[in-house]
């Protein structure tokens, strides 16, 4: 079973700071997903990678095959960006192949 | 285009009860995935539908349980409800078809008093 590691669970930082959420997981995959929740409670999908890079305005992810690692960086950070942001790693073999980290809760102070 | 939809949004149910909740895919999506948030932990796989039968379910009791209609929408109950039922239910849906990743749904918020 895939292990998923996120880190920090917790990060607050001033607006405009350059943010990085790591994720971290013990067995080979096939995609790796960052996914954003508001305090809502809603799951909004941010990126699907499996190699490489991708960009998304202020948001750029990055995995590391090689080393079971992957970034997400948020740059010039707003208060808008305050959420839980929570690394899935799918391993195949179904909706039960896809394993979920705990969550970064990140608060942006103005 | 309609996202996942989950109704209902808030649920408060008496220890012993049963709830039911209900999950809407984007339309063409053939897959629906239940998913339990509870406070404190990830998010942990529940049951998987796919094409109106059940695919395969995750580490719960058989007081969870639910079904998919023809129209792929789909429903999940819980049965003989537990406080530590308390959780963020989410639904999300798919293709079917490879993996493309999944869309979710708001959740449905579940407190057992």
């Known amino acids: 079973k895939n292990e998923v590691e996120q880190s920090p669970q917790n990060l607050t930082a001033q607006e405009g700071e350059f943010i990085t959420i790591n994720c971290s997981y013990s067995v080979g995959i096939s995609a790796l997903h960052w996914l954003q929740q508001h305090p809502g409670g809603g799951i909004v999908s941010l990126f699907m990678?499996?190699?490489g890079k991708k960009k998304h305005g202020r948001l750029i992810a990055t995995i590391n095959i090689q080393e079971k690692h992957s970034s997400l960086h948020i740059t010039a950070s707003h208060p808008r960006d305050s959420a839980v942001y929570i690394c899935a790693a799918y391993s195949g073999g179904g909706a039960d192949g896809l394993t979920f980290g705990k969550g970064t809760h990140l608060i942006i102070q103005p | 285009e309609a996202g996942v939809t989950q109704s209902p949004t808030h649920l408060i149910k008496t220890r012993g009860q049963q709830a039911t909740l209900r999950c809407s895919p984007i339309?063409?999506?053939?897959?629906v995935y239940w998913y339990q948030q509870a406070l404190g932990l990830g998010l942990q796989f529940l049951l998987w539908?796919?094409?109106?039968?059940?695919?395969n379910r995750g580490n719960f009791p058989p007081r969870f349980s639910g079904r998919q209609f023809p129209n792929y929408s789909s429903e999940l109950n819980v049965n003989a409800l537990e406080l530590e039922d308390s959780a963020l239910y989410l639904c999300?849906?798919?293709?079917?078809?490879?993996?493309?990743?999944?869309?979710f749904g708001s959740g449905t918020r579940l407190t057992v008093v």
């Open positions: 539908y796919d094409e109106g039968e059940e695919r």
């Open positions: 990678l499996s190699s």
């Open positions: 999300a849906s798919s293709s079917g078809q490879g993996y493309y990743g999944y869309t």
């Open positions: 339309s063409g999506h053939t897959s």
